[in-house]
């Protein structure tokens, strides 16, 4: 093989490997459109109290419960709603069969 064809193919690998290695970051774990808005442009302690009121209306599960707990919500939050024998990966969106850990 010729130099250059080497050359183009060293630079054509790098550039699949930074693509592969990059491309999941872009597609999760993004902030929703306009979700900081009203913490924008404001005064230090305005700004504070806007990120309060963004986040400030969640509801505490308990780890472990004899009520609704982690667990609980989680059997729920991870299920497929295509197939009660799967789960969707909180990350990757990848589908598994769901086991119960045993």
């Known amino acids: 093989m010729s130099k250059l064809l080497l050359n183009n193919l060293r630079k054509l690998s790098y550039f699949i490997f930074w693509v592969w290695l990059l491309a999941p970051s872009l597609s999760i774990g993004q902030i929703p459109s306009g979700y900081y808005n009203t913490a924008e442009n404001k005064s230090d ?58």
């Not at 400030?56 to 059997?75: A, C, N, V």
């Not at 729920?76 to 598994?96: H, S």
């Open 45 to 102: 302690q305005a700004s504070r109290l806007a990120l309060h009121n963004i986040i400030d209306d969640h509801i505490d599960y308990p780890y472990t419960s004899s009520f609704t707990d982690t667990w609980d919500i989680l059997k729920v939050a991870d299920a497929d709603p295509n197939n009660a024998n799967n789960v969707i990966l909180i990350y990757t969106k990848r589908v598994c069969k769901w086991t119960t850990g045993i």
